[in-house]
C-alpha cells in the first residue's frame, strides 16, 4: 500500500524559514495531488496547501508547497516563522482516487 | 457559506454502537464523496474510508471493514458513519471531511466519541 512518510518534529527559530518533507513509499508521488493541513491542538484541521502549490484564501503567502520527482517527496515551506505557525502538520494525497493516505504528522515547534 | 457540520460528542458503553452524522452546506452535495478520518488522543489523522454522495458507493480502509458502515442522504445533504461494537480503543475524535481530488478540501468540526464503562 502507498504510505507518506514525514520528520516526527521540527524546530526553528522566530523569522527563519523551515520545510517539512512528506516522502511517498512508491509509484510517483506527483501522479496525484498532495495536500497541507495546520492543526492546532484541539482544533480540526485546517488546509494551507492544496493541489500540490494553491493557497486557500486567508492563508498568508509564507506558506508555499512544492513537489520534488527526483526524491519522490512533497515539501511544505513556511518563511518567516512566527509562534502562531506552531503546530502539528499532515500531508495528505492518494492510492487510488477514492482512498486517501495521510502522513504520520511533524510537530513544529517555533523558539 | 461553504461547511461540514457534525453531530455532537458521544459517551458509549463498550460493545455499543454510535452513529455520527455530517451535514453539508454550500456546495452540490452528490457531486463529491465523503471521507471520514479518525483520530486518536494524542495521535495522527487515520483514513477510515470514503463514500460517494453520488451512488453511495463505499470503499473502506482494511483496519475498519466490517466495524464501519457509511450512508448518505442526499435528500438532506448528509453523510452517516456508523461504528459498531465499540472498544475503549474507538475513543477518538471521528471527523467528516471532503478530500476527493475534484474539490479543494473541506473538514467539518469533529465529533469526540468517548468509550467508556
Known amino acids: 500500500n502507498f504510505m507518506l512518510t514525514q520528520p516526527h518534529s521540527v524546530s526553528e527559530s522566530p523569522g527563519k524559514t523551515v520545510t517539512i518533507a512528506c516522502t511517498g513509499s512508491?509509484?510517483?508521488?506527483?501522479?496525484?495531488?498532495v495536500q497541507w493541513y495546520q492543526q492546532r491542538p484541539g482544533s480540526a484541521p485546517t488546509t494551507v496547501i492544496y493541489?500540490?502549490?494553491?493557497?486557500p484564501s486567508g492563508v498568508p503567502d509564507r506558506f508555499s508547497g512544492s513537489i520534488d520527482s527526483s526524491s519522490n517527496s512533497a515539501s511544505l515551506t513556511i518563511s518567516g516563522l512566527k509562534t502562531e505557525d506552531e503546530a502539528d502538520y499532515y500531508c495528505?494525497?492518494?492510492?487510488?482516487?477514492?482512498?486517501?493516505?495521510f502522513g504520520g504528522g511533524t510537530k513544529l515547534t517555533v523558539l | 457559506q461553504v461547511q461540514l457540520v457534525q453531530s455532537g460528542a458521544e459517551v458509549k458503553k463498550p460493545g455499543a454502537s454510535v452513529k455520527v452524522s455530517c451535514k453539508a452546506s454550500?456546495?452540490?452535495?452528490?457531486?463529491?464523496?465523503i471521507s471520514w478520518v479518525r483520530q486518536a488522543p494524542g495521535q495522527g489523522l487515520e483514513w477510515m474510508g470514503w463514500?460517494?454522495?453520488?451512488?453511495?458507493?463505499?470503499n473502506y480502509a482494511q483496519k475498519v471493514q466490517g466495524k464501519v458502515t457509511m450512508t448518505t442522504d442526499t435528500s438532506t445533504s448528509t453523510a452517516y458513519m456508523e461504528v459498531r461494537s465499540l472498544r475503549s480503543d474507538d475513543t477518538a475524535v471521528y471527523y467528516c471531511?471532503?478530500?476527493?481530488?475534484?474539490?479543494?478540501?473541506?473538514w467539518g468540526q469533529g465529533t469526540l466519541v468517548t468509550v467508556s464503562s
Open positions: 471531511a471532503r478530500l476527493g481530488i475534484m474539490a479543494k478540501p473541506l
Open positions: 454550500g456546495y452540490s452535495f452528490s457531486s463529491h464523496g
Open positions: 463514500i460517494s454522495a453520488y451512488n453511495g458507493n463505499t
Open positions: 512508491s509509484g510517483s508521488i506527483a501522479s496525484n495531488y
Open positions: 493541489e500540490d502549490n494553491q493557497r
Open positions: 495528505q494525497s492518494y492510492h487510488t482516487s477514492d482512498h486517501v493516505v
